[in-house]
């Protein structure tokens, strides 16, 4: 597959027209950050070791559910922003960073669908997290959860060290959600950071 390599340390691609909708008024991403990842995806683990470094509130809840994240959002505290890292989802054993557990592609599925539908509900913005691991095999694609985060997403935030792929070229070209591109998981902050400077306009 064809990469465009990316030649900045960091490419954000904007969308100066916010031509995605919310309900109404415009969506900021904020801390809180409560993430989740789908399958055997390590980003939200990744992206909460990073920012406990410095100092951004985020926790990273492996096996979140749309019921769970309804009740966290009711909270005073509750979080501002939800991130749905990538992963492979297939059929058998799962193994997680605790234990193993049984991975049902429908359930997994359904899980990811719930969560960004209760998300959008609650007018709390999505953000999808991709990180690239280069060559995968069956059991390690995440071509399946990029299709049920990515195109439902108010922003994007990729990690690759080897360029776009097609994939990401096409969502780029569109122009519909902002999409970061780094190189480094180390810069996910600035990553971050460049988002919660951002008004989003109006999210779907």
């Not at 990073?50 to 909270?75: F, H, M, N, Q, Y």
């Not at 399946?144 to 195109?151: A, E, G, V, W």
């Not at 990401?168 to 600035?190: H, Y």
């Amino acid at each position: 597959m064809k990469r465009k390599i990316v030649s900045s340390i960091i490419l954000v691609i904007l969308v100066l027209s916010a031509t995605t909708a919310l309900s109404s008024g415009p969506v900021q991403i904020k801390p809180p950050i409560l993430a989740t990842a789908v399958g055997d995806g390590e980003g939200s683990v990744i992206l909460n070791l990073v920012c406990g470094w410095k100092g951004i509130e985020c926790e990273s809840v492996l096996d979140l559910t749309p019921a769970a994240l309804e009740e966290r959002l009711g909270e005073i505290d509750g979080p501002g922003t939800l991130v749905v890292a990538t992963g492979a989802i297939v059929e058998g054993d799962l193994y997680t960073i605790c234990n193993i557990e049984k991975m049902s592609i429908e359930k997994e599925s359904s899980r990811i669908e719930g969560l960004i539908d209760v998300a959008k509900s609650n007018r709390i913005p999505v953000i999808g997290l991709h990180i690239d691991r280069g060559i995968t095999s069956p059991d390690t694609d995440p071509g399946k959860s990029l299709d049920l985060i990515m195109p439902h997403a108010d922003a994007i935030i990729l990690v690759t060290h080897i360029g776009m792929d097609e994939y990401f070229e096409k969502i780029a070209t569109a122009g519909t959600i902002p999409l970061i591109v780094i190189d480094n998981s180390d810069k996910l902050i600035e990553a971050l950071e460049v988002l919660f400077s951002m008004n989003l306009g109006e999210c779907e």
